[in-house]
């Protein structure tokens, strides 16, 4: 079922101690159903119980993997969340192709990634979609992983902070101060993603304070200090420590790093 992380505290003593991390593994177009069941199975073996007490850990792989790992996590009882890499803003209708967030909803999905680089940049997904995107996600009790970051001709420019700020506002038009405390913000420098560069601590913990701080502009106080804001850009085991030590980074959205179970397990396994 969805997770909810209802946290209310002080915006004078929160810090990312006090948000549960939260570790994404966005598998793209990789792994057969077959395969990813293998993949969940040794991911399970290799983890300690108790570090899903200390973060959330969530997977998304393919449209056609979900009902079998919907399976396997209830059967064998895996405290891991199951996530979608998109879904259409429409319950129903002549769109083929398309997942509705009504079908993610029905197999206990609960985090779908709306917005990220990829669509936007290969396939045009605008901020109004994606808009519309988060508005269905939560309309069926889902939590959207809502994808912002520049490009590197953007960074360059030194417009990064302002493309970013834009995206935020425009594609959670309409979203209430409530429902922003509950959501997952994804910084992902499009310039990052897969080229094996990683932006340094210090640059994904200016940006992440910098959404935070828009956040808190818009929506208030609660709301900025209450939702959990992740890394995603070539994320690997030998960079999550420094990242995570980070006050305004709550987690990271994985891509290459979590197709195989010796380079995700590490990234996991740093919270035990």
């Known amino acids: ?50 570090v899903y007490d200390r973060i959330d850990v969530s997977i998304h792989p393919p449209f056609t993997s979900l009902r079998s790992l919907q399976t396997v996590f209830e059967v064998d009882h895996m405290p891991i969340a199951l996530g979608a890499q998109n879904c ?19 197999l206990n999905v609960a985090y779908v990634i709306v917005g990220h680089s990829e669509r936007r940049q290969l396939l045009g997904e605008t901020d109004r979609q994606v808009n519309a995107k988060v508005h269905a996600v939560l309309k069926h009790g889902m939590t959207p992983i809502v994808c912002v970051g520049e490009t590197l001709e953007q960074r360059q420019a030194g ?8 995206q935020i506002t425009n594609s959670l038009k309409e979203v209430t101060a409530a429902q922003v405390s509950d959501l997952i913000i994804a910084y ?24 935070r701080s828009q956040m808190e502009s818009k929506w ?17 085991a030998s960079n999550i420590a420094e990242l995570m030590v980070k006050n305004d980074i709550d987690g990271t959205l994985v891509g290459g790093a979590s197709l195989k179970v010796e380079d995700f397990a590490p990234i996991v396994n740093h919270f035990s």
């Open 159 to 166: 417009s990064a902070a302002t493309v970013v700020s834009t």
């Open 88 to 106: 259409h803003n429409e319950d129903s209708g002549a769109f083929t192709g398309e997942i509705s967030p009504l079908m993610l909803a029905k």
């Open 1 to 50: 079922m969805p997770n909810k992380h209802n946290l209310k505290k002080s915006a004078n003593t929160m810090s990312n101690n006090d948000r549960k991390p939260l570790i994404s593994g966005n598998w793209k177009m990789h792994m057969n159903h077959f395969e990813a069941i293998q993949m969940v199975q040794k991911l399970f073996y290799d983890l300690p119980l108790p």
């Open 188 to 211: 992902e420098p499009v310039w990052a993603i897969g080229t094996g560069k990683t932006a340094t601590p210090a640059d994904a913990q200016a940006m992440c304070a910098h959404i």
């Open 220 to 236: 208030g106080n609660t709301a900025a200090q209450s939702l959990r804001i992740q890394y995603g850009g070539s994320v690997k």
